[in-house]
């Protein structure tokens, strides 16, 4: 069963999902540009039976709040609060594209929060050519259009600081990369992942959306390095 719920920030308000045992460890799933925790549905039902999963909204997005300031860092700010509100020391955190960002992010400001780190066919923090960014769509979204320039520009010219202190990152760590059909560079992936002190790369030849075109190849990588924690 999926809880749907709630925590009020002092700026926002963060929706998010919760399955598996309450006493089980803790997960956190942080999605990508545009999407929610609904976007994990594919692949809960084989990581929440191990795990107290908890799959977050990120602000701006699915049903959290829509405070117009918006960027990856406080979006990371963010995710501390939240841990801080539901008295979590410490979790592992899975996060895909952007929220892989804000995922290594919060790893480098505060490693003895994160327990273990997935990091799936994220943008490595070097610059890159910066492409338009769209119209707003005409029909309704589950984001706030506002997120988009923002956060495109920081991954676009990401601040050099975020490469420096890969090696602040004192979890274990996997790179889930998408292979030759993902639009991230995986040759940057490979450099960035040589500066995280403990971690290792698997290629799953699924492009980006990894966790929604291979599910299973993607949680047969995924798990068995969760549950190391636990031996």
Do not use: N
């Amino acid at each position: 069963m999926t809880d749907h719920r709630t925590v009020e920030l002092p700026e926002v308000t963060l929706a998010y999902r919760e399955s598996g045992p309450p006493g089980a460890p803790p997960l956190l799933l942080l999605h990508a540009l545009g999407e929610r925790a609904t976007d994990w549905a594919g692949v809960l039902p084989d990581l929440a039976p191990r795990h107290r999963v908890l799959a977050l909204d990120l602000r701006g997005h699915g049903d959290s709040g829509r405070p117009g300031r918006y960027g990856v860092e406080t979006m990371r700010d963010d995710v501390l609060a939240f841990l801080d509100a539901l008295g979590l020391d410490r979790v592992d955190v899975v996060g895909h594209s952007m929220g892989g960002v804000v995922a290594y992010l919060l790893a480098q400001e505060h490693p003895e929060r994160v327990g273990r780190l997935v990091l799936e066919d994220v943008p490595a923090p070097y610059p890159r050519p910066a492409a338009p960014v769209a119209d707003a769509p005409a029909g309704p979204v589950d984001f706030d259009w506002a997120v988009v320039k923002p956060v495109k520009a920081q991954l676009d010219t990401p601040e050099p600081v975020w490469l420096e202190r890969m090696a602040a990152i004192t979890a274990p760590t996997l790179v889930v990369a998408g292979g030759r059909a993902s639009h991230v560079p995986q040759d940057r992936i490979a450099e960035m992942a040589g500066r995280i002190p403990d971690c290792r790369v698997v290629t799953v030849e699924a492009g980006h959306l990894v966790h929604h075109t291979r599910p299973a190849e993607f949680v047969a990588a995924v798990a068995p390095f969760l549950d190391l924690a636990r031996r």
